[in-house]
């Protein structure tokens, strides 16, 4: 299965250097000096290799020389060139709290036990989402085609990953899968109104 670990968000400067929205937790070893990143466009499936000359960041992001990229106009033609590796590649984490998306996409979501609707099935993690406040899992919602529930990836809301048996347990708090919980009132006229 490919991962991407980066995007090409755009050039920069005028000697071919391009801005890298990181997707990995290892930039370090994934973007070295040296390093040979695979990539293509998001709608290729030809794959292209790039080695890494200079890696620096600037203004929280990552900057990348590559050997293959000689001037601004190369680099402006790799925008949104997304650089991936097989998962078949990835270490296993000695952390057994810590989880690659890969393997969290898929997992039916259920209530912890102990709650008057223990065993309830939420639905299944679509995707695993990276935001500045956190991670989220987008769930799709158990019987409905429709709509998505986004859960906080917090010890506290998912007390329980078992990537063996495919199950995660949430305990939300009340209003977390109420699709209506937090929208404002109706703000249609009542009867008495004029």
Known sequence: MELVVGRV???HGIKGEVVVEV???EPGERFAVGAELRGHKAREQTL??????????HSGRLLLRLRQVADR????????????VDSSELTPSDDPDEFYDHELEGLTVRIVE????????????????????????????????????????????V?????????????????????????PPSRGKSKGDK
């Open 9 to 11: 968000v755009k050039s």
């Open 23 to 25: 997707r990995t937790d």
């Open 48 to 57: 292209h290799t790039y080695t890494v000359e200079a890696a620096r960041e």
């Open 73 to 84: 106009t190369a680099a402006d033609a790799l925008r949104g060139t997304l650089f991936v």
């Open 114 to 157: 102990g709650r008057p609707d223990a065993g309830t099935e939420v639905g299944t993690v679509r995707e695993v989402l990276h935001t500045a406040a956190g991670e989220l899992l987008a769930i799709r919602p158990a019987g409905s085609e429709r709509g998505e529930l986004l859960i906080p990836f917090v010890t506290a809301i």
């Open 159 to 183: 007390p329980t990953v078992s990537i063996s048996t495919g199950i995660i347990e949430i305990d939300p708090p009340e209003g977390l899968l109420d699709p209506d919980f937090g929208e």
